[in-house]
């Protein structure tokens, strides 16, 4: 299974969070060149300097912001090359936004605008704006990262009596892009394949209650970690997956097969 990435750029959003970091990691690791997009410019250009390889590119942008945006794609294009393309970046569903990550009821029009913002409308403008460079060599790759949200509704017993909510913001975008996947997989074939993977639960330090109840109602038995991800980021962003588009893979333990 050819995995190797070498002589391609891949841009990572998000590169320098807790699951950014691993799949940049992972890429550089296969021999891709990164680039990579964190709204804290310290941190991103900390963590370029820590993936495998050399070569790499730190870029501080903010995707709400249109010229953050703008600064991405005139960097890439400077470049000259964006083999592939992993829009990671997201507010998740802890994220202290204001009006989100809270009960239902007081959850707001703003918050929900701001995640659907950067969840959904940034990766299309991303891809549509380096659309160009994904196609030139025919090999391009897009790889959206979903969650397991956007395919199933939340059981919210999981979070009664916890800190923790499940924003509505956080399921429609995270729908929204998986099936944003499905649509520009036919619009960008033959040149470019688009995908998307949909983590499980990730163990960040959560309430006890709420991971002894997900590992209870998960197959394989525990919450992931975000080396679980390295695999299916450089599956679907190499040839080893060269007849693979339009695919929402769900990385997950097994939570959406019940």
């Given at each position: 299974m050819n995995t190797d990435l070498s002589g391609r750029t891949a841009v990572v959003t998000g590169g320098a969070g807790p699951l950014g970091r691993v799949l940049a990691d992972a890429l550089a690791g296969a021999g891709a060149r990164i680039v990579l997009v964190d709204l804290d410019a310290t941190a991103c250009a900390a963590t370029a300097n820590e993936l495998h390889g050399s070569g790499h590119v730190a870029l501080g942008a903010n995707l709400l912001d249109p010229q953050g945006l703008s600064h991405v794609v005139d960097t890439v294009t400077d470049l000259g090359a964006c083999d592939v393309l992993v829009n990671n970046a997201a507010f998740t569903g802890t994220s202290g936004v204001p009006g989100y990550a809270v009960p239902f009821d007081e959850q707001t029009d703003e918050?929900?605008?701001?995640?659907?913002?950067?969840?959904?409308?940034?990766?299309?403008?991303?891809?549509?704006?380096?659309?160009?460079?994904?196609?030139?060599?025919?090999?391009?790759?897009?790889?959206?990262?979903?969650?397991?949200?956007?395919?199933?509704g939340p059981n919210m017993g999981l979070y009664e009596g916890t800190r923790m909510g499940?924003?509505?913001?956080?399921?429609a975008s995270k729908g929204g892009l998986a099936q944003l996947t499905r649509y520009l997989s036919t619009v960008l074939a033959p040149q470019v394949?688009?995908?998307?993977?949909?983590?499980?639960?990730?163990?960040?330090?959560q309430?006890?209650?709420?991971?002894?109840?997900?590992?209870?109602l998960t197959p394989l038995g525990r919450m992931g970690t975000e080396d679980d991800?390295?695999?299916?980021?450089?599956?679907?962003?190499?040839?080893?997956?060269?007849?693979?588009?339009?695919?929402?893979?769900?990385?997950?333990?097994?939570?959406?097969?019940?």
């Open positions: 918050a929900f605008a701001m995640a659907l913002a950067l969840n959904l409308t940034a990766p299309f403008s991303l891809t549509r704006r380096l659309a160009p460079l994904l196609r030139a060599t025919g090999r391009g790759s897009v790889v959206n990262v979903s969650s397991i949200y956007g395919l199933v499940n924003p509505a913001a956080y399921a394949r688009v995908n998307a993977f949909a983590p499980g639960g990730i163990a960040r330090g309430d006890d209650a709420f991971v002894e109840r997900y590992e209870r991800f390295r695999g299916v980021v450089t599956w679907l962003a190499s040839d080893a997956s060269a007849y693979v588009t339009g695919q929402v893979v769900a990385v997950d333990g097994g939570w959406t097969a019940w």
